[in-house]
């Protein structure tokens, strides 16, 4: 098997709402009138997005589940992926259960892989997302305002506290075997909002995916919107027994990362339509503060007073 069977045989689906797909020098794509075009790329590389012995499976899930939490964070709805991957050497067994994962959850999204590029190198993946939303109604970065609600979707840390087991960091934790199974899932196979970011248009002021953790990605919501925020500790969403503990966990919960949750913001006058987009899209939504003039995230405890985090959010650079 070569270079060109593999992608043939792994990689060539049908994509027939692109003019043309895989086998061409490029792709042709007609995009709907009336919509805006959205394109973003993600990248993900062994050792420091996933472990070396991850299933094949999962981090196909993963690789597209991550740029689709990007489509999903502003409301666009995805349509077409192109997929770059680079990989040691010609591994069969490896990319079929990598396309399984890929294209199970593309299906489920309408998503249709319409090219790439495949060459030697350690291994690493990175897809090109488009998707569309109706002209300019974006969910943007920008557009917090004062007065607005801050809300999170889904619960937080579970994928963070499943890497912090992994590196051995989290032994004799009192976690049940339901708890660990739970953020082992998130971890490895992400559900990205994309019902409820497509509810919230016209809902939602500003939005972003959680990624790097909930204080560092609602900063860039505030930094964009020229704003700050006021998030109550006591008020972020997990499963009922890390709630149960919150200042136990509220590093993970506050700042841990990989949790592909929206964070978003609305006027108060839409809780009832927040709530509803939560409702049509399956998924748990939570009101954890507010928009106030000046700039920077304060997190509160009960009695309103400032906490600190013993980390801020992941950066690759720090
Ligand atoms: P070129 O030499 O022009 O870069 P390639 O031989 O790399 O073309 O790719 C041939 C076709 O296969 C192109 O349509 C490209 O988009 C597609 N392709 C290559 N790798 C992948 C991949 N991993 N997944 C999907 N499509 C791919
Ligand atoms: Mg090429």
Sequence with gaps: MNEFDLIRQYFTRPAPSAVLGVGDDAAILRPTPGQDLHVSVDMLVEGRHFFADVS????????????????????????????????????????????????????????????????????????????????GKALRRD???????????????????????????????GLSEDVLAACQCKLDFPLPRLELGQALLGVARAAADVSDGLLADLGHI????????????????????????????????????????????APQAAREAVAAAGKAAGCRVTRIGHIVAGSGVRLLDG??????LNKAG?????
């Design 222 to 265: 505030l930094t964009a919107s020229g704003v700050a925020a006021e998030i109550r500790a006591d008020s972020l969403p997990s499963l009922p027994p890390l709630e149960a503990q919150r200042e136990r966990w509220l590093d993970y919960l506050a700042a841990g990362g990989d949790d592909y949750e929206l964070c978003f913001t």
């Design 56 to 135: 094949p499976q999962a981090l196909g899930h993963k690789t597209l589940a991550v740029n689709l939490s990007d489509m999903a964070a502003m409301g666009a709805k995805p349509r077409w992926a192109f997929l770059s991957l680079a990989m040691p050497r010609l591994d069969e067994a490896w990319a079929r259960d990598f396309s399984r994962g890929l294209f199970a959850l593309a299906g489920q999204h309408g998503v249709e892989l319409a090219g790439g590029d495949t060459t030697r190198g350690p291994l690493t993946l990175s897809i090109t997302i488009m998707g569309e939303t109706p002209q």
């Design 303 to 308: 009695q309103g007073a400032v906490m600190t």
């Design 314 to 318: 992941y950066d690759h650079f720090a």
């Design 143 to 173: 557009a917090a305002q004062v007065g607005d609600d801050v809300w999170v979707s889904g619960e937080l840390g579970l994928g963070a506290i499943a890497v912090a087991v992994r590196n051995g960091q989290l032994v004799d934790a």
